[in-house]
């Protein structure tokens, strides 16, 4: 018995003795109608990706949604720069009232690039992570970085949180959260086929805490993802990839103590042919407003087009994608 299938079998019977349900909904009309149009900046057009979505109740700073999102019109790493935007309604999507997109700016792709923003809230302050990768003659590096606001519009300088030649071995589609006054990160472990979960108190030191191992679904692995505490538990959303450029579905499982993982289910397919999402579906992040779900996910076509989408589902039934038609 190899690896995974001993692994399976484990979570197989943790998850009995947990009474965790495993879905097995497979809902393939679950894309998003149309897509978003978001412009952070000039010269990037509608074309974004990895999308963090967070939601107000009662709005701040005038508005429910706030947005980190990475524009990549054709996969052009220079305009891969961390940008905030806001909206009232999750389709009209606009830059803070005198706020200033990029955050950051790539001033020589050769060198350096941004990537994999995160956005959370804490003590009433907006914080933007993100990723900053290195290229040069030392090799590549990784570094996360953080800018906080009070308002959305006043941006702190960068600050540094860890390195790979630090804490972290690898920082891919890093997820944060605030748990117990603790900031809880997750990052995925490409090579090794494993998540790495870390804790930290200020966000500056960090205590390695476990690996997480996610059993793949079809031979697909974990790719980009969100985690979030609900009333579920430890749920996520993922790209499920068989490598780094074949990411044609999107997962869900979940957790209620974030040691033991549910068995994945797809819950997305790539759309329909001539569809923005034809070819390529990519980061998904998600908030609860009462009982509905929305799922912000990103796409390509085969064309090399990036959108954002949006697909929905209630609390309770996690994997019944039904998906938005956007106007």
Known sequence: MILWEKIIKVNNLLNKELDIKEYTDKNFEANGIGYLKISPYIGVGYQNVHPSLI???KTWNGYKYWLAITPYRKENERLENPCVMCSNDLVNWNKPKRGTNPL??????KMYHYSDPQVLFNNNKLEIWYRKRTRGILGDSEVILRKLSCDG?????????NSSQGTFNQFMSPVVIIEDDKYCIWV?????K???????KDGTDWCFIRDIIIAPIEGRYVWHMDIKKTRNGFEMYFSAALDEYDNQKIAYCYSKDNVTWSMPVIVMEKGKEGAFDEDFLYRPTFIDIDNNRYIMYSARDKKGNW???????????PTKLKGMIIR
């Open 153 to 161: 519009v006043n941006w702190s300088k960068e600050e540094v949180l």
């Open 55 to 57: 939601y107000f109740y």
């Open 194 to 200: 494993k998540i790495k979960y870390y804790v930290s």
């Open 188 to 192: 995925v472990d490409w090579k090794n």
């Open 307 to 317: 959108h954002c989408s949006i697909t929905t589902c209630t609390v309770n039934e």
């Open 104 to 109: 950051v700016s790539t001033e020589d792709v």
